[in-house]
């Protein structure tokens, strides 16, 4: 009698087909949100894009080409992007910890970023999947307050519609920027993002060291995944950017 074994290569093929269609789900929520972040992108005053770890990753690698791309044909100074583990599932005390810990390490970007552009940090961009309760954010959204930052926020989806997203907007003393209203693929995979992370750290660890498969056939497997969302978020990013130039007028 003959038998059938796991067909490796099928289910390697299968694997980076959901990679695809995770990644390009994005297309659209990015071309709506997009256009509401027209002004940051003619301006140039977007100093520091943060990405709201971990499965925030890939919507970040998404605006921070489209914002490379733009400020370098503009002639502006290109912003710099950092990454902080979000803060979801934390007991009271833990925020404020964490809130500290966050405090702590943005005073230290905010010299970078001076530094670097050589005037004060007064703009920023935060980037994530979606946009449920906001709680997760809240004590990046709360330090940066405190640092006097403006802070436009950028989400892929927001469960809750419109009316939630306002209640947010207004507690971050920030403009949310949505373009769903649904659950993405992207949400919780870390096999796409590649990282890890848990509340209270300040950081995302990467998803191969978490489960102890760098160096071997799997955690290759899982490289080439990531590899994989990465350039096709770039293409993505490119792919909208030329797009929303069509429609605006952009020149240099």
Do not use: C
Request: glycine content about 8%; proline content about 3%; aromatic content about 10%.
């Amino acid at each position: 009698m003959e038998t059938f074994g796991k067909n490796t290569d099928f289910d390697n093929e299968m694997e980076m087909a959901r990679v695809s269609s995770t990644v390009l789900e994005l297309r659209k929520p990015t071309e709506r949100i997009l256009e509401k972040l027209s002004s940051e992108l003619e301006s140039g005053e977007v100093q520091l894009i943060i990405g709201d770890d971990a499965s925030g990753r890939i919507p970040t690698a998404i605006f921070r080409k489209i914002f490379d791309l733009a400020y370098k044909e503009k002639g502006f100074v290109t912003p710099e992007t950092r990454f902080l583990a979000g803060s979801r599932g934390l007991f009271a005390f833990e925020k404020v910890e964490k809130k500290e810990k966050m405090a702590e390490y943005l005073k230290e970007v905010k010299k970078d970023i001076e530094k670097k552009f050589g005037q004060p940090f007064s703009k920023a961009l935060v980037v994530t999947d979606v946009v449920v309760t906001g709680r997760s954010l809240d004590p990046l959204m709360e330090v940066l307050n405190d640092m006097g930052v403006e802070t436009v926020v950028a989400s892929m989806t927001a469960t809750n519609g419109e009316s939630y997203v306002k209640e947010i907007s207004e507690r971050w003393h920030a403009p949310v920027y949505f373009g769903g209203d649904y659950m993405p693929d992207v949400y919780g995979n870390q096999k796409i993002s590649g990282v890890v992370k848990e509340g209270q750290d300040l950081f995302a660890e990467t998803y191969k060291n978490k489960w102890g498969i760098t160096g071997t056939e799997k955690g290759e497997k899982a490289q080439e995944m990531v590899n994989k969302a990465r350039e096709l978020s770039e293409q993505l990013a490119t792919e909208t950017y030329e797009k929303w130039k069509m429609t605006h007028g952009f020149e240099k």
